[in-house]
């Protein structure tokens, strides 16, 4: 059961299979709230590259042999903000750790890929990672910002 | 998404792009550039005006197909980008790399 | 946490406020799944149905007076079938207990209301109700049936 | 769900429903009924040809109309109704207590 008391606060959450058929129902989960809590449809759009990005990540890498599942949680962060809880039991990675890609290349040399983490640090406003027993957990925290 | 061939102009083959590029669509493009390629095209303008969103997938695809058409001695011109897909676009580096034009007529007056 | 062990079975997962902004997201919940367990459209929409009525009233009647939450977990059943848990930490109801509507009525002696667990009777294929701590738990289970 | 008056043929309204009449929607049919009867109407012919998901909450609706309906002498009949929706009607015993027809033709030549 993911909690226990009985007068919770707002805590919403989503596990599901690690498939790319499941996606639209995990951005749904994030936009529908995020739509409720009255960010902007030009943020919305920022949070959905965000959730694509990292769940896609999951679903392509974290379980590279067996069938694999994600869990989202959602809270209320700071002034009307989300925060993001995304966990997985699939190989440990750490999201933070990934270099940036180098954007002055030229076309011939830009390596294709490389660019979903670089995104997802861009149109968050703060990222956290860190390991819980055999799982990831990826905290993403949305500012309003336009609101 | 959907891609939909508009008209050819010269030497180029225009295209308009609309909905959303993403994890789940990005081939789409892959395959339809692969199939206008092969047909022979080599210089293309991408009418972004009614793309509404672009995930890496959806650059990853736009990459492959410049330097494939770049290693033809083509072109690949992206106009009318939506602003939060130009956004994309920017912080990527992809306008550094890739034509991007205001509207359609400043690709097609290339 | 929903689960602990790491080779876990299909087993998913929402829970959300109980309130009917957030009936799309349940129902999607449930369909997308139905879908993907190759249902047919004419026993997704009888699915819809009894999904609609049992979340409604946990809606309507579950928290007479505070904010309430609602989830539910999917598993798969016998034959590629779907098992359905709904629970709520509202008042005590059993709604097996509830008698049917008299069909007989004229049209003037027809109470308005009284349908919803009728229809999910009609259009479920076994339904069980437990209280577990505070907790109401009602188990649907959906076969496919026109599969 | 969308209400779109159709015509008048005699003394009654023409109506259709289409898309979903459910728990967020069934209140739109309840205050549509509300203005038409008001204004004077009385007799009422629903074309649900397009009326694809009904619940509890759009079997209320039509119940609460064909009550407030009848306590006028007026008619309210519905006419069209798909596979599923018909289901829901029969099984809830309402095809015993509001007149449905097979076609808009049959309702209307009433
Ligand atoms: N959840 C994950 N688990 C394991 N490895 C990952 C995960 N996410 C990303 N990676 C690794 O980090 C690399 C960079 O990811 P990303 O920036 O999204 O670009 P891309 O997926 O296009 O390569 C990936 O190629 C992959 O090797
Ligand atoms: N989750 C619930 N908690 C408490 N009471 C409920 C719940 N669901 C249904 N009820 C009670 O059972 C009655 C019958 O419900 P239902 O058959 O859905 O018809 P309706 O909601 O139209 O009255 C309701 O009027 C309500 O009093």
């Known amino acids: ?147 | 998404m959907e891609i939909k061939e508009l008209k050819s102009e010269g030497e180029a083959l225009v295209a308009t792009l609309s909905g959303r590029m993403d994890a789940m669509t990005g081939g789409e493009f892959t395959d339809q550039m692969g199939i206008w390629i092969e047909a022979g095209l080599e210089n293309f303008i991408i009418d972004c005006s009614k793309l509404d969103y672009i995930s890496s997938a959806g650059l990853r695809a736009i990459l492959m197909a410049a330097k494939r058409i770049k290693s033809l001695n083509g072109s690949l011109q992206l106009a009318a980008l939506q602003e939060s897909v130009n956004n994309v676009f920017s912080i990527s580096g992809f306008d550094k790399i890739i034509p991007i034009k205001e509207t359609l007529e400043d690709a097609l007056n290339q």
């Open chain 1, 1 to 147: 059961m993911p909690s226990t008391n009985s007068e919770q606060i707002a805590n919403d959450y989503l596990e599901l299979a690690a498939t790319l058929k499941n996606l639209p129902l995990f951005m749904a989960f994030v936009t529908d709230r995020a739509r409720q809590s009255g960010f902007s449809s030009k943020r919305i759009a920022e949070v959905e590259l965000v959730i694509e990005e990292a769940l896609v990540n999951i679903i392509d890498y974290a379980y590279p042999d067996r069938e694999g599942w994600l869990r989202l949680n959602l809270k209320t962060g700071a002034e009307g903000g989300l925060k993001l809880e995304i966990k997985d039991r699939g190989v440990a990675f750490n999201p933070l750790e990934i270099e940036d890609p180098d954007l002055r290349a030229e076309l011939m040399e830009r390596p294709v890929g490389g660019l979903g983490v670089f995104l997802i640090k861009k149109f968050s406003d703060n990222l956290f990672w860190k390991q819980q027993g055999d799982e990831n957990c990826l905290t993403i925290i949305f500012k309003k910002r336009h609101a």
